[in-house]
């Protein structure tokens, strides 16, 4: 099947892309003290290289005191840090590459298996990263109104280092997934409520800050979930009305692009279509979408993460809903991370040199 569709440019505001392929963000914690070192910058460099279209950065997190559980997940705030991402965008656009910083608060997480801890407890709407497991603080009014500021901040850094587009981060049960899931957030302030459009007022806040901070023109992302890596069959929306109700008043806000994160594209979101996630969101809101999930792999994520390996798979599915439009971009993960020449390969029918995934490919950022 022809791969054509794939190799088609894309604009919209302030991006401009290539092609429809996009690096997935992957959290790597080669950024020592939250700095992105000059291997972290020649890493995504070589992907803009390969002719990715648009590269979404590993989660980058924000300036609150307790944002992350890892001391070497990069930030985005602080001289360092920022100098660190210019050299980044500096490096992919030298290649003609296209970047979005994926802007992140990890929200109430488990302590790292380092032993690292933030200097402070983590926040979240309940303290609760699942249900019944409680690990930091529920934030009161000012710890909301200063997160929202943060996130805000981080976007107009984004914009004034030169990245083409920012993400906002609100999947996988991290801060802004803890508002949506009703198992995390027991607020009964306007923060929490019964409904998913209540629980929704967190990330809509987020939202319009960072819109208030980029400008009209500048194109906004953001990734959402219905899974959790402790609930994978967790779905926050069980209809296309309840996905309607989710959906519209986060595009209201200022989203340009929705992420939408399965792990495994092709599994279609509700009973009597075979549409997946980014296709209902693309149907119901009108904005483009883009998939994700075991593009080009037969194992998903969290088999690589329990140590199964990958064998390389057709991309036939892939291209019949595209083709059929029902996203607009397609992101890939782990075989960019493995391969900074997948782009390419695939464009030039090189199948044969098409590597697996194996867990090994975590332990380096291969150039
Ligand atoms: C090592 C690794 C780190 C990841 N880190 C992030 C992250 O920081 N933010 C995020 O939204 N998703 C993260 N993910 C999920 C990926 O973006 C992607 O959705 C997932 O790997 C499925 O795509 P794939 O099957 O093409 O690998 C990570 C995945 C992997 C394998």
């Known amino acids: 099947m022809s791969t054509d569709s ?11 892309i290539k092609n429809r392929i996009v690096m997935a963000p992957m959290t790597r914690s080669f950024s020592p003290g939250g700095v992105p070192t000059d291997n972290v910058a020649a890493y995504y460099r070589k992907r803009a290289e390969g002719e990715v279209g648009l590269i979404l950065s590993e989660g980058t997190v924000i300036n609150r005191p307790s ?5 070497n997940v990069p930030h985005f705030y602080g001289a360092e840090s ?3 991402w210019k050299n980044v965008i500096d490096g992919v656009h030298a290649e003609g590459g296209a970047m979005a910083p994926q802007i992140w608060h990890m929200g109430i997480m488990d302590n790292h298996h380092s032993g690292w801890v933030p200097p402070v407890p983590f926040e979240g709407p309940s303290g609760l990263n699942r249900p019944g497991n409680k690990n930091g603080n529920t934030m009161t009014d000012s710890d909301i109104a200063d997160t929202i500021k943060a996130f805000g901040q981080a976007a107009a850094d984004a914009k004034n280092l030169g990245f083409d587009s920012v993400e906002i981060h609100g999947a996988h049960g991290y801060l802004i997934d803890q508002f949506f899931w009703e198992g995390t957030n027991e607020r009964t302030d306007i923060f929490g409520g019964k409904t998913l459009p209540e629980r929704s007022r967190f990330a809509i806040e987020v939202i319009k800050e960072v819109r208030k901070q980029v400008g009209e023109d500048f ?15 967790n779905q926050l929306v069980k209809t296309p009305s309840e996905m309607e109700a989710w959906l ?12 939408c994160s399965q792990r495994r594209f092709w599994e279609p979101e509700f009973a009597g279509s075979d549409l997946n996630f980014a296709g209902w969101a693309k149907k119901l809101t009108g904005k483009a979408t883009i998939t994700v999930g075991s593009v080009g792999l037969s194992g998903d994520f969290f088999g690589t993460f329990a140590g199964e390996s990958s064998e390389p798979s057709s991309l036939d599915e892939l291209m019949r809903r595209m083709d059929r439009q029902d996203f607009d971009l397609v992101a890939v993960g782990r075989p ?22 194996s867990k090994e490919a975590l332990s380096e950022l291969v150039l």
């Open 82 to 84: 920022l100098a660190g």
């Open 6 to 16: 794939l190799f088609q440019p894309f604009q919209l505001k302030s991006l401009n």
């Open 248 to 259: 519209n008043p986060l595009a209201n806000a200022g989203v340009d692009i929705f992420h």
């Open 336 to 357: 960019l991370l493995a391969d900074p020449h997948w782009v390419q390969k695939i464009r030039d029918g090189r199948n044969s040199e098409l590597k697996g995934f």
């Open 67 to 71: 944002s992350s559980n890892d001391a």
């Open 219 to 233: 194109a906004l992302i953001i990734r959402l979930s219905q899974f959790k890596p402790s609930a994978y069959t």
